[in-house]
């Protein structure tokens, strides 16, 4: 195996460089995807033989559930009553050309009834 400390990249175009990236990101990415399935083989026949599941051993896996924004809207776009903003975060394009247009931002809050 090359000394990778040794590879010359001075000739390489930034085209080329960026080939090469992609191409070792590829390569790691079905070098873990290898290990994973190897791992998984290895702990499935480890799990069989103690009378187990590969499931019942790594218990629940997946992503947590999304979380819903708590964010509470504020302000409605009057020309289109689906678009909201709650304040928080960037101005929807709709807000900042309300705003430009000489709408006061006030003029766009919903009111509370209560």
């Not at 000739?11 to 791992?39: C, D, M, N, Y």
Request: charged share 35%.
């Amino acid at each position: 195996m090359a000394n990778v400390h040794q590879v010359d990249l001075e000739p390489f175009s930034i085209g080329e460089l960026e080939e090469l990236v992609e191409r070792i990101q590829g390569e790691i990415e079905t070098k873990r995807e290898r290990i994973k399935a190897e791992l998984l083989e290895e702990l499935g026949k480890k799990a069989e033989a103690a009378g187990l599941t590969v499931e019942q051993v790594l218990g629940k896996q997946g992503r947590a559930p999304k979380r819903k924004s708590s964010a509470v809207v504020k302000y409605r776009n009057p020309g289109d009553s689906s678009q909201t903003w709650s304040g928080k975060g960037r101005k929807p394009a709709w807000l900042k050309d309300a705003l430009q247009a000489g709408t006061k931002l006030e003029d766009l809050l919903i009111e509370k009834s209560t």
